[in-house]
């Protein structure tokens, strides 16, 4: 069974604060990680992907993986009201072709 | 501006009706995914096309068909529709071996 877990939330941080998103997964050999972004009532959008262990910065953006803990993080820099979304994370999994696996997301909530 | 573009937004369907949700996409993608998207449970994948005429089962294909008579173009199909199946349905795309998958905006079936 391929499992993407994370907390439901919502994570609620003040503007300007640090947003820490937590995903854990159920196969050991995935290889390849992402965080995508969803707007209420809008459709995903990719925004971050990783695929070594260790850190990957994209502006106020970190991903971090640990393959051995089976844990991928997303930090989210000086929260903006406009980051306050839905945060899924999404494995590909080894021998499922072209194919993720999502989890059910993390509700962000940046109060200004 | 590359789109996916699902048939309806919205859509209120009578149990027992046959149901299909359109996806047009025009970015020459390969694969093409439906997924179901419901709270607490995430995006689940219905099914999955790698190339016309041809479709992979995903996690949750049960009550469900599909057709790919042409690239652009990949069509669900709900055979006898149910209220457990009130969902929302999202049409994604991709290149082979591309994670980045684009969404389209969803279509929010109602089976009464």
């Known amino acids: 069974q391929k499992e993407v877990e994370q907390n439901s939330g919502p994570l609620s941080v003040p503007e300007g604060a640090i947003a820490s998103l937590n995903c854990t997964y159920s196969?050991?050999?995935?290889?390849?990680f992402f965080w995508y972004r969803q707007y209420s009532g809008k459709s995903p959008e990719l925004i971050m992907s990783i695929y070594s262990n260790g850190d990957k910065e994209d502006g106020r953006f970190t991903a971090q993986l640990n393959k051995a803990s089976q844990y991928v993080s997303l930090l989210i820099r000086d929260s903006q009201p406009s980051d306050s979304a839905t945060y899924l994370c999404a494995v590909a999994p080894p021998g499922y072709g072209n194919k993720l696996v999502f989890g059910a997301g993390t509700i962000l909530r940046v109060k200004s | 501006d590359v789109k996916v573009t699902q048939s309806s937004r919205y859509l209120v369907k009578r149990t027992g009706e046959k149901v299909f949700l359109e996806c047009v996409q025009d970015m020459d993608h390969e694969n093409m995914f439906w997924y179901r998207q419901d709270p607490g449970l995430g995006l689940r994948l219905i099914y999955f096309?790698?190339?016309?005429?041809?479709?992979e089962k995903g996690d949750i294909p049960e009550g469900y068909s599909v057709s790919r008579e042409k690239k652009e173009r990949f069509s669900l199909i709900l055979e006898s529709a149910s209220t457990n199946q009130t969902s929302m349905y999202l049409c994604?795309?991709?290149?082979?071996?591309?994670?980045?998958?684009?969404f389209g905006s969803g279509t929010r079936l109602t089976v009464v």
């Open positions: 994604a795309s991709s290149f082979p071996g591309v994670y980045g998958y684009t």
């Open positions: 196969d050991r050999g995935s290889q390849s």
């Open positions: 096309s790698y190339d016309v005429k041809m479709k």
